[in-house]
């Protein structure tokens, strides 16, 4: 049995990503990957998601160049999971976030009166600075 074929994708073909920091297991993003971005992922060790909005495989970086050089790739227990550990490349390294932040998990719950979310994480480059949009 093909490896690819023993994870359990949902029914659209999609597994989700979860990316983690190898250095020091900060939770850097959440993702999808199909198949073909998974075995892209393996074959060149860097990051290949599966972009749900835009219908197309993603390589992490590709707008931004703030890479992912994978180091492992791991399957949960489930088989419904995959967990990437990567480091985190670039013009300015460890953004992995598209808001400039070094994770995407920015914001912490505060659970005063009603309850809130508080943002915990600086914006490293502001996100103008890394996008730039062609026009």
């Known amino acids: 049995m093909d490896w690819l074929d023993q994870v359990k994708w949902d029914p659209q073909g999609l597994v989700p990503v979860i990316a983690q920091e ?46 992912q050089v994978v180091h492992e790739i791991r399957l949960d227990c489930d088989q419904d999971v995959v967990l990437l550990k990567v480091t985190q490349l670039g013009h300015q390294p460890g953004i992995a976030c598209h808001t400039g932040r070094h994770s995407c998990f920015f914001q912490r719950y505060v659970p005063d009166g009603g309850g809130r979310w508080e943002t915990v994480e600086p914006v490293i480059k502001a996100p103008e600075a890394i996008y730039r949009k062609e026009g």
């Open 22 to 67: 190898q250095a020091t297991g900060d939770v850097l993003m959440f993702a999808w990957m199909n198949r073909e971005a998974l075995q892209q992922t393996a074959e060149q060790g860097r990051a290949v998601y599966y972009s749900r909005s835009r219908g197309k495989l993603w390589y992490k970086g590709e707008e931004s160049g703030h890479v």
